[in-house]
């Protein structure tokens, strides 16, 4: 009854996909299959606990994570600065369908299924060619994958 009562009264504060972290082994082989180039920008959607944020930042990123639960924002800010990475990884209480990603060489994602065809498009009509996308255990609908790790998906705008 607790638990219900608190996102009855603080709704804002639980929402977006569900929290599950992204697996340490996951994280490197999505690292590996971005392939990140010095001074290329990254953006990890539903960035969580920044985990992956810190990540693109240690391969060499400029690393940011869009994140539309601010208790999660607030502990991935508090895990960047542990991680020693304040100033390299930036996490924003931001809701990913108002953003432009045409900025971004790098995408990262751990989606859910039924957000992932609207996601694609969104995707392939925002990002420069040679953009990569790299998608934990949620393939697109319709882009083929250039490679695919574990549950590692890696697509490429062409």
Known sequence: MLLGG?????????????????????VKKMIELASIKPGEVAVDLGSGDGRLVIALARAGAEAHGYEINPLLVLLAKWNIRKAGMKGKAFVYFKNLWKEDFSRFDIVTIFGIGYAMKSLEQKLKKELKTGARVVSNAFPFPNWQHEKKEDTAFLYRKL
């Open 6 to 26: 608190i996102f009855a009264i603080f709704p804002i504060l639980f929402k977006g996909a569900i929290y599950l972290p992204t697996q340490k082994r996951t």
